[in-house]
């Protein structure tokens, strides 16, 4: 989302979407770029505030509204979940693949022997109950390219700390895909969907405990993996 600017008289603009600042910009006038993915589904207020000489000013804020991003659509030739095994299948050259299926032990690189620096793959399947808006969630240091039924998605930059990124989907059976390189941690998780969720943030100390943490929601094909 672009919006330009123009303030008489002001030293910089600061953007705020409830109180968290999603852009800003030097001088009296120019535009700024907002990512929709940073200000959350549904109806927000952006409020510019410019800093001048005699203090900050507001300016009339601004009300958009944030549609739901385009939906994946469950391939037709997805195999049925009961055909399906727990768990994502982790493979790299030279290693035999393994089958992460228990997200209360953190699955980490090390499980699997892959060795930093080493490029791995991340294979399976996973259950959309409805037409609706969903999360994944995943901690991870490097850089991860993931495919859903084959489309690019994109993730935040990694970080050590849990990312959250949304996900529209139809309801059905859809294919997870991705691919990274082992950094010095090679601790890498990764959720979906509220049976997958881990968010300290709303639960509090306790939420760090396994007997919060449930076991993946994550599927394979036995005898198809990569």
Request: charged share 20%; glycine share 10%.
């Amino acid at each position: 989302m672009r919006l330009e600017f123009s303030a008489p008289g002001a030293k910089s603009v600061r953007f705020l979407c409830n109180s968290r600042q999603v852009a800003s910009a030097e001088g009296a006038r120019g535009e700024v770029v907002i990512d929709a993915a940073d200000l959350g589904l549904g109806v927000c207020r952006i409020c510019p505030i410019a800093s001048t000489t005699l203090g900050p000013v507001q300016g009339k804020p601004l009300q958009v509204e944030i549609l739901p991003p385009t939906m994946f659509k469950a391939p037709a030739d997805a195999p049925p979940l009961s055909t399906l095994s727990p768990g994502l299948v982790l493979s790299a050259n030279g290693h035999s693949p393994y089958v992460i299926t228990d997200m209360a032990k953190i699955p980490s690189l090390d499980a699997a022997k892959i060795e930093k620096g080493e490029p791995f793959e991340l294979d399976g399947y996973f259950e959309a109950p409805s037409d609706d808006v969903y999360q994944f969630q995943f901690m991870f240091t490097g850089k991860l390219k993931v495919k859903i039924d084959g489309q690019d998605f994109p993730l935040p930059v990694a970080g050590d700390y849990w990312r959250l990124v949304p996900i529209s989907l139809a309801k059905g059976i859809h294919r997870f895909h991705a691919a990274g390189i082992a950094t010095n941690s090679r601790r890498l998780e990764f959720r979906f969907g509220g049976a997958g969720v881990r968010c300290p943030y709303v639960l509090g100390p306790k939420s760090d405990n396994a007997s919060n943490w449930p076991v993946s929601n994550f599927w394979h094909r036995v005898g198809h993996e990569p």
